[in-house]
């Protein structure tokens, strides 16, 4: 018991700053306090800091315009992208013939079936991340809770659904309501498992990992800065407008369009995310190969 | 400057213990002069919001081995954290010059 309260201390002691958490940890170790009041005055202490982030605008700023849009956003286009490569991974598991592979049209088929959706997910984690990161950033130390907020909006539209008058004003278009897909989404797996792990691998740890990133925004020079920053500002339109883009295609009864015909400008959401997450990793490894040769020459 | 009873206690606290004075010091004179319990809530943020008014100066010092190898806050009381000590004390004595716990107190020492 003891130990779980101790090992709680130290995760409630990651929400304060690391100088104030070392000052912290080192008073209960030194006024020899139990477990149990050191767990009680710590939480005391995050309540308080806590109270004192949220007289400030930025995570009221993060928790109303960043929270709950890109949540639902990112939980609508999540299960639509999973409902649309359901579908066609059923369509090549289930009717899998090696004697297609000869045939030159079904394989380029293939390759752009497999690339569309390859790219659908690329899409969807880079929308995840710069939604992770722009709360991260916007949010700071208030990133506890409505990091933990967004991450209950995502689970929760994606588990119990989205409210019913939500669907009808946003137009949805599902995959799973049209008759023709009736057998892909008779079984548990595509109507239940394959979407939850898209949801998590592709949008949970992704914006998990931009929160995180966001939180330690690296130092760039200004035009680099500015570049990101637009960049990030086109990917989150690019979502925007995802359901405007979907709606069309319901209403005028089309296929998914092929690659080409996505709206022009969500490749484009893709470089921004990806420069940076580039940018940052060669300059820490390029840091670190520095101070390592810098120690043993 | 005007201080609350809380902070007026943690200064005199940190004023007290002088050289010695950081988080877990400071709370243990507290306690023992008012026996109450100071929660390390109330310690900490109070701490910040004196450094911010000008009252006090905090920074990191050294680890030692009874704190588990973690640094402690160090603190100290600026010219202007005394003064408005001062003047919470002289009105607090001011205040009271007569009332009967005052008369209590004086005859009780003599």
Redo the contacts between chains.
């Keep these: 018991m003891t130990r779980i309260c101790w090992w709680c201390v130290d995760i409630v002691a990651r929400m304060l700053e690391p100088d104030e958490r070392d000052a912290v940890r080192g008073d209960f170790a030194e006024s020899g306090e139990t477990s149990g009041q050191a767990l009680r005055g710590l939480l005391g202490l995050v309540l308080r800091r806590q109270s004192a982030l949220w007289r400030k605008w930025r995570p009221w700023l993060a928790l109303l315009g960043a929270v709950a849009p890109f949540a639902i956003l990112l939980s609508l286009v999540s299960r639509r992208m999973a409902q649309s490569s359901a579908v066609t991974s059923w369509l090549y598991l289930n009717n899998w013939d090696w004697t297609y592979v000869r045939n030159t049209g079904f394989r380029l088929d293939f390759a752009r079936d497999v690339a569309f959706v390859l790219f659908g997910f690329l899409l969807l984690s880079c929308w995840s991340w710069t939604s992770g990161f722009v709360l991260g950033y916007l949010s700071r130390r208030a990133i506890w809770i409505n990091g933990a907020l967004f991450c209950l909006v995502l689970m929760t539209v994606d588990l119990l659904g989205m409210p019913r008058f939500l669907v009808r004003s946003l137009l949805l278009s599902r995959a799973d309501t049209f008759s023709a897909n009736a057998v892909v989404f008779a079984g548990a797996f595509y109507r239940q498992v394959f979407p939850l792990i898209v949801h998590t691998v592709l949008v949970l740890l992704p914006s998990l990992w931009g929160m995180r990133q966001g939180l330690r925004l690296a130092a760039l020079p200004l035009p680099l800065q500015t570049t990101l920053w637009a960049s990030l500002a086109l990917a989150m339109t690019t979502l925007a407008m995802q359901n405007l883009v979907w709606w069309q295609v319901r209403t005028w009864y089309l296929e998914p369009p092929p690659l080409p015909h996505l709206p022009s400008l969500a490749p484009l959401a893709i470089i921004g995310p990806l420069g940076y997450i580039l940018v940052t990793t060669i300059g820490r490894r390029w840091s670190g190969y520095r101070s390592s040769r810098l120690s043993h020459p | 400057m005007t201080i609350g009873e809380f902070e007026y206690l943690l200064l005199t606290a940190a004023a007290r213990l002088g050289e010695e004075a ?3 010091a400071i ?2 004179e507290i306690q023992g002069a008012t026996k109450r319990r100071c ?4 310690l ?2 109070t701490l910040d919001r004196l450094e911010t008014k000008g009252l006090l100066k905090t920074w ?1 010092g050294d ?2 081995p ?3 190898g ?4 160090m603190v100290r009381v600026t010219a202007k954290g005394v003064q408005a000590a001062t003047a919470f004390y002289d009105a607090v004595t001011r205040v009271s010059r007569g009332v009967t716990w005052e008369a209590n107190r004086i005859s009780t020492r003599t």
């Design positions: 950081y988080g877990a709370r243990q929660s390390i809530g109330a900490y943020t990191m680890a030692t009874q704190r588990g973690r640094a402690k806050r």
